[in-house]
């Protein structure tokens, strides 16, 4: 597998990243957006695509 199409996600609340995704940059030009559980903030949080 290709480290090229990797992306990190970061929390929007505390700004750590907690999860690392792959997506297919050909197909999906806009930035991912996920809720996903934060464990420093302990709650669910929406979590943005970050550089790398």
């Given at each position: 597998?290709?480290?090229?199409?990797?992306?990190?996600?970061?929390?929007?609340?505390?700004?750590?990243?907690?999860?690392?995704?792959?997506?297919?940059?050909?197909?999906?030009?806009?930035?991912?957006?996920?809720k996903?559980?934060c464990?420093?903030?302990?709650?669910?949080?929406?979590h943005?695509?970050?550089?790398?």
């Open positions: 597998m290709s480290q090229d199409n990797l992306i990190k996600l970061i929390c929007s609340a505390c700004k750590r990243t907690n999860y690392w995704t792959r997506k297919n940059k050909k197909k999906v030009e806009r930035k991912i957006e996920y996903k559980y464990k420093w903030c302990k709650k669910h949080v929406v943005k695509e970050g550089k790398k």
